[in-house]
């Protein structure tokens, strides 16, 4: 085969070419032995891991992020800002041990919004005025902005002395019979009572004039929060020195919910595997009570986010719901029930706001309750009779005869029946307006709120989550002009 053929003008660079090629391939071959013999060492092996390139997610963002303020960072504010509460009660004249968030959020909108400062500064109360021998009282305001020194003392008897100039224009001579010590002349008191409103605007002028601000904006006006509130919540470095994570599910980016969810189907698997048990040896009972969440729920989606401190979706959400629903259904133990309490929060037992009127007593010393009930138009009476045989009669008539419809019927019996006292008690009802239905619904709430005297509050609390002691809001839609009917339109004609 032919060489091939290059001119002699070609044959200086082809060379140089050639050359560069040879003395790459020698550069290369020196670094990678240089490359494969430093491997070797245990430092390279770590500054590999330390500054290997990661691929981050938005899963995995937050959980990288190492944390802008350390603990030392957080207590050093706190810290800080417990003195500057204590500061702040002092210049007030308040107590620091009683002094409040709200307090500090108060004198922060009065000292450095001006507009805010004339329309909520407090006016003294009817016969409250300061009296002229403590020059105290005259020059409390300045409290508010001021510490002790000489430079407080001196605004002090300037505020003073413009206080009662004021005083003095605006009440006239009664103020002279004050600074005298004499007893006021008939009248003069609900004279500066009535002079009070006047008296509290010049001296506000005067307050705005002697300590100008323009901090009108709400946003530009310092701000005197815990640290909790200000700094967000977040998590600390998640890896060592070495850059290794500490949790196991951390590539999941929320090891924090994952391992929430292991644990919980752990506990799940044990109360499972400890029911078995029993069952085996014949000491499992069928009607063993499971927890008893009544008067608490579950936490919601936001509150189990900020104890995880991560973002959670919908699904993520109820599939932990389910497992703690799954949990809280099996005879637990003390460690279990612990354990779904965490995730569970009291709420206030609605039952108890309301008042339930105590047990009367007839002449012949029958117990009977009343109550009233109400559904559309329909307002309805009941009188609730312990001891009796099931009679209920309404407006003078059986039942029977005045609801002929079975499902008005059902409407009646349904309290007696989720109480299991079907037959125990007597009713007689008067009812007025509405309908066959309405005036059902109206009944069976009136005997519903009749029949919390006669069971305990577990009941109440019962009978209120079934809803038989919530009145129905809903009324008759109105007709609109244009229409059939409340939604029917007329029928289209083409012609």
Known sequence: MAAPSVSCGAAVPYRLFLAGRVSFAREQGLWKAAASGLQTGTRCQILRLKHSPAVTTTKNVAALRRESYTVDFIKKQIEEFNIGKRHLANMMGEDPETFTQEDVDASLSMGFSRQEYWNGLPCPPPGDLPDPRDRTQGSCIAGRFFTSGPAGEALTELIHVVFWRLLEKTAGPYVVHLRLGAVLPPGGEGHLETCRGDMCQEHRRAITYLFPSGLFEKRARPIMKHPEEIFPK?????????????????????????????????????????????????????????????????????????????????????????????????????????????????????????????????????????????????????????????????????????????????????????LDRLGKHDVTCTVSGGGRSSQAGAIRLAMSRALCSFITEDEVEWMRQAGLLTTDPRVRERKKPGQEGARRKFTWKKR
């Open 234 to 418: 977040q998590r600390a470095v998640q890896w060592g020195e070495d850059g290794r994570p500490f949790h196991f599910l951390f590539y999941t980016g929320k090891q924090s919910y994952y391992s929430l969810m292991h644990e919980a189907y752990g506990k799940v698997l044990h109360a499972e595997e400890r029911q078995d048990q029993l069952r085996a040896k014949g000491l499992f009972s069928e009607k063993s009570k499971s927890k008893d969440l009544i008067g608490s729920r579950w936490l919601i989606k936001e509150e189990l986010e900020e104890m995880l401190v991560e973002k959670l979706s919908d699904q993520d959400y109820a599939q932990f719901i389910r497992l703690l629903e799954r949990l809280s259904a099996l005879p637990c133990d003390a460690a279990e029930e612990e354990f779904v309490g965490r995730f569970r929060r009291t709420v206030t037992v609605q039952s108890k706001k309301h008042l339930i009127e105590p047990l009367q007593y007839d002449e012949q010393g029958m117990a009977f309750s009343t109550g009233q009930g109400k559904r559309k138009t329909a307002n309805a009476e009941a009188v609730v009779y312990g001891h009796g045989s099931g009679k209920i009669e309404i407006n003078g008539v059986d039942y029977l005869l005045y609801f002929p419809v079975t499902q008005d019927r059902e409407q009646l019996m349904f309290p007696f029946h989720f």
